[in-house]
């Protein structure tokens, strides 16, 4: 099983519950406080192509950060732009094996990398 590097908020109670299940399973889980360690460009554009599910769902569109840009979610570019000037907007939890990436909402759903 490959390492999962969780971009991880302890503040969010979903990247807790995320965290939780992927060590009650033994899964070699190393925690990146994405707020404190921001990804770079070249991170963010390969967490997005290992992504599963549609771009949208990696950006926090409720936040008032978001809605100030008036950017599209289903552009690349802007969301790419977007995440790096506001680290705050990447949907948390993420959990990425360095071949898949998933997004922990709900947080069961950590639990997809874990299958072969």
Same mark, same amino acid.
């Given at each position: 099983? /490959? ?12 990247? %807790?519950? $995320? &965290?939780? &299940?992927?060590? @009650? ?6 925690? *990146? *406080?994405?707020?404190?360690? /921001? #990804?770079? @460009?070249?991170?963010? *554009? ?7 599910? /549609?771009?949208?769902? #990696? ?8 809605? !100030?840009?008036? $950017? =599209? !979610?289903?552009?690349?570019?802007? +969301?790419?732009?977007?995440? &790096?000037?506001?680290?705050?907007? &990447? @949907?948390?939890?993420?959990?990425? =094996?360095?071949?898949?990436? +998933?997004?922990? %909402?709900? /947080?069961?759903? +950590?639990?997809?990398?874990? @299958?072969?």
């Amino acid at each position: 099983m /490959p390492p999962i590097t969780l971009l991880h908020n302890p503040r969010c109670s979903k990247s %807790r519950q $995320a &965290l939780a &299940l992927l060590e @009650e399973h033994g899964a070699p889980v190393t925690v *990146r *406080r994405y707020l404190d360690q /921001p #990804l770079d @460009e070249a991170e963010l *554009r390969g967490l997005i192509a290992r992504l599963e599910g /549609p771009l949208e769902a #990696l950006v926090r569109r409720k936040e008032a950060e978001w809605k !100030a840009l008036d $950017a =599209d !979610a289903a552009d690349l570019e802007q +969301v790419v732009a977007a995440i &790096l000037a506001h680290p705050r907007l &990447l @949907e948390r939890p993420v959990a990425d =094996d360095g071949r898949r990436a +998933v997004i922990g %909402r709900p /947080p069961e759903q +950590v639990l997809a990398l874990l @299958e072969a």
